[in-house]
């Protein structure tokens, strides 16, 4: 349920990544299209957005869980960030 909040890159990301423990960044990263440092900040995102939940969960369980979420336009324009952050150090 709280993976379907996820934008689709970070989905995929995910899942792959978890459900073939085999996989490594690099291989998930060509599946993907994405850069290793990249997937690399989706796994944390990720994680610390399921600790947050997780968390939440169980502290304040009135609360409702997709509360704290980032939804797919958030994570958009976390990557469009991290691309133009990423074309600037190129750049430099």
Known sequence: ELLQDLAPSARAVFERLYG????S???????VGLSVQRVRQIVCEVR????????????????SRSSGTL??????EAEDAQRRSDQRSEGD
Not at 25 to 31: G, I, L
Not at 71 to 76: A, C, L, P, Y
């Open 25 to 31: 960044h690099a291989e998930v990263a060509a599946r």
């Open 48 to 63: 610390k957005v399921l600790r947050a939940e997780l968390g939440e969960a169980v502290e304040q369980p009135e609360r």
């Open 71 to 76: 939804d797919k336009r958030s994570w958009s």
């Open 20 to 23: 073939d423990p085999q996989l």
